[in-house]
C-alpha cells in the first residue's frame, strides 16, 4: 500500500466509516435519481419485503425471499456502476462497450429470474 501524500492526513478508525457512510448514501442517491430501473426494483422492494413478512411462512423461507429481493437492487447497482465506467470511458461504440454493458444486464435479469423463481416456488408451497 502506498504511503499517503505529505501534508495529508489519513483517514482512519470511525472518520473513515462515516466518510464511506456518506459516499455510500451518495450513491443510492444517484442510483434512485439517475436509474429508472433501480426506482422500480425499489418499489417492488417497498411491496416485497413487508409482502415477505406476512406470510405464513418459516425463518427460512422469509430470509430467501428477502435475500432475492435485495440481490437484485445489489446487482443492479453493481450493473448501473459499470455501465457509469463505460460511459465515462467514452461514448463512441466499441465492442468491448457493449459487452461489459451486455453482461452487466444479463446479470441483472438472472438475477430476477432467481427473484421469480423463488417467490413462486415459496408461494406454491403456501398450503
Known sequence: ?????PGTIKK???TRIIRAGGY??????QAFVGEAAFRQECALALIAVP?????PVG???????????????IVELLNSAVEAVVDRIGLEAHPLSGQ???I???AVLVTLLLWVYAWAEI?????
Not at 1 to 5: C, D, F, K, N, S
Not at 123 to 127: E, T
Open 1 to 5: 500500500m502506498a504511503a499517503p501524500h
Open 12 to 14: 482512519t478508525g470511525l
Open 24 to 29: 455510500s448514501l451518495s450513491g443510492l442517491r
Open 51 to 55: 409482502a415477505a413478512f406476512l406470510l
Open 59 to 73: 425463518m427460512t423461507e422469509r430470509l430467501i425471499l428477502i435475500g432475492a429481493t435485495f440481490l437484485v437492487l
Open 100 to 102: 461489459a454493458k451486455d
Open 104 to 106: 452487466g444486464s444479463a
Open 123 to 127: 408461494l406454491m408451497s403456501i398450503q
